[in-house]
């Protein structure tokens, strides 16, 4: 079982007080965009075994939505941050570089 | 109609190993602003007469309490009568601050949660850690009640005060109810 803390209300929140809000930092192509980039938006997902970032929403709780770190072959956390990051801050990434030596995710490693 | 406010299961109450009362009509009033800001914190304050609540804090000062919900938020909790003048009162003192005042009294029922085992019969509903050390008098909780979203605070070391929207309030006093009943005692805490 998942038990995140939520960056607002701090709250070590389990799982069922929680709703999964999918894949973290996408970038949002609208009109105008390539087909290519909006079909990427749309549908293009990671689907890692290993570090992954998601959003999750305090939905039985504070209401507010927030990032979280993890291993999806674990379920270890490596921490949760603030969903107004376009990116994972420094201090999360050092926490899983120090788990997960030389981890890749997008772009961002 | 009747002018005479009614509340959802109009004061229903259960004694079982726990005692479980729906508490009648509240008065709830919904602050929203940016609680961050000392301006915003002593307005509120200042209206109210209470301190503002640290986070999962709640405050009170006789019939008046401050809940804290989110980052973002309040809940004064008064008597039914008094919220709209309060709430007058607490617009008042924000005016020209970016904030939302409401008086939320009839959207949500409150009960109240009382005995020597009363952490237990929250702790069979709530996946939340009622132990002594981790929750006390003045913390407040948001969390899942069953199936229902609701939130709790204890008001002393005997006594919960749970709310949950006026539409679930039947729900809430079923569930419970059925945790509090005789010989359903776990003795953990």
Redesign the interface.
Known sequence: MLVLTCP????A??E??LHAGGEAHLKRFGPGASDEDFTGYLFGRENPKGVHFERWLH??????WFHAARCTATLELFGTYSAQLTEPPEPIRKAISAKRPGWRWREFS | MSDIPASALNAARYAGYVTVAEMGPQGMITIRGNLRSTRFRKAVADATGLTCPK??RIERKGDIALAW???D?LMVMCPHADAPALAGAVMAALEGMHSLVQVMSDARAMFSISGADAREVLAKLA?VDLSPDAFGPGDL????LAQI?AAFWMEDTEEFRLICFRSVAGYAYGVLTNAARPGGEVGYF
């Open positions: 607002y209300c701090g709250v929140a389990e069922t007080e939905a039985n709780g504070c209401g507010k | 986070q999962r919900m989110s980052p938020e996946p909780r948001r969390t899942r979203a």
